[in-house]
């Protein structure tokens, strides 16, 4: 891949060009950026995190007809139904039937977390983490069947080049067997649990720059713009 696909929402990509004008440009306003909540220049997109959600905005016409791309984001949170973080599987497949129908391009963003629900049928075995059970869970290779563009959400491990590493390239192994054209991301956050700096986010990005076809990219609750818009500036001198 020659450029990197860069997948976030408005709000990020308003606040890195506020501290980094030239570089929100280059990288933003491009087809190789895509804006939920809609952005000039980037390919227009909304998220959900619930597929009953999703459902309902399709059948209402709530959708405005210049978005191209929609997304999925189960997580171990309130905002997806508890029966969907149960069983991420259909749910993803719900989406991703229901999407293409539609004609839109499809991304599914599943967390780790989901394997950590109780009462889950993908927990974790002893000793084991959220990222390695989320490995061979399977919910990659759904997603990845279910959707043209799959992330890892593998950001909680940044701060471990080698760790992350090793999650996102047997993840992107997995969703490229179950569907060899889809493009895998890995996400990159300014606060994943840990503060995060422009050094820390480069060498993440150098760690799976031959692995991923894009990242998504978190400001963690629009904390730390300016990291964000660092690491960015260093990604473009880098890729010039």
């Known amino acids: 891949m020659e450029r990197p696909l860069w ?13 980094e004008p030239e570089v929100a440009m280059a990288l933003f306003e491009s087809e190789h950026a895509i804006a939920l909540n809609g952005r000039a220049g980037a ?4 998220s959900w995190a619930s597929v009953a959600a999703f459902e309902t905005d399709l059948e209402t ?38 999407a293409a129908e539609h004609g839109f391009t499809r991304i599914v963003t599943p967390h780790p977390g989901l394997v950590s629900v109780e009462g889950s049928a993908f927990g974790r075995r002893r000793g084991e983490s959220e990222e390695d059970a989320y490995a061979r869970s399977g919910i990659t290779q759904a997603a990845a069947r279910a959707a043209e563009i799959v992330e890892t959400q593998a950001q909680r491990l940044q701060n471990d080049p080698e760790a992350y590493r090793r999650v996102v390239e047997k993840t992107a192994r997995h969703a490229r067997d179950a569907n060899p054209d889809v493009w895998v991301l890995s996400g990159l956050a300014t606060q994943p649990g840990h503060p995060a700096t422009p050094e820390i986010l480069l060498a993440a990005w150098e760690s799976v720059r031959d692995v991923v076809d894009g990242h998504y990219i978190s400001l963690s609750n629009m904390k730390h713009p300016e990291v964000m818009a660092t690491f960015l500036r260093l990604v473009l001198e880098r890729s010039t």
């Open 7 to 19: 997948v976030t929402v408005k709000g990020t990509m308003d606040s890195v060009a506020r501290h």
């Open 43 to 46: 390919i227009d997109a909304r």
């Open 61 to 98: 016409g709530a959708i405005p007809d210049e978005v191209r791309v929609v997304m999925y984001d189960p997580e171990r949170w309130k905002h997806t139904p508890p029966h969907e973080q149960l069983h991420p599987i259909p749910a993803i497949e719900r989406f991703g039937a229901l």
